[in-house]
């Protein structure tokens, strides 16, 4: 049984930076992870989707120049460093992977989530 499992969050002020951690078990070859949002109210956001295999990673442009992806050596944790943190980036943050033949940026293609963890950002 596939098992995703974020942590990481935590309250910070505006400006400053958390790291948010993924590990995916389970999965014999996890081929894309994502960093998704909800901030409430909102519906969910990418952030950001990343080939495990080239480590080639999809920003979305209101967090570009701000959050890096990386992976631990074993490709199955993936990690969000969070800097220049804006009240606006304040949600829900969960993880998800998959091993489908389509290109990480196809949402629809994740079908494993984490829980999700929180991170809020006051100015």
């Known amino acids: 049984q596939v098992r995703v499992v974020e942590s990481g969050g935590g309250s910070v002020q505006a400006g400053g930076s958390l790291r948010l951690s993924c590990e995916v078990s389970g999965y014999t070859s996890t081929k894309c992870m994502a960093w998704f949002r909800q901030a409430p109210g909102k519906g969910r956001e990418r952030v950001a989707l990343?080939?495990?295999?080239?480590?080639?990673?999809f920003y979305a442009d209101s967090v570009k120049g701000r959050f890096t992806t990386s992976q631990a050596n074993a490709k199955d944790t993936l990690y969000l460093q969070m800097s220049a943190l804006k009240p606006e980036d304040t949600a829900m943050y969960y993880c998800?992977?998959?091993?489908?033949?389509?290109?990480?940026?196809?949402?629809?293609?994740?079908?494993?989530w984490g829980q999700g963890t929180q991170v809020t950002v006051s100015s």
């Open positions: 998800a992977a998959h091993s489908a033949s389509v290109t990480c940026d196809f949402v629809g293609a994740y079908i494993h």
């Open positions: 990343t080939s495990t295999s080239s480590g080639f990673t």
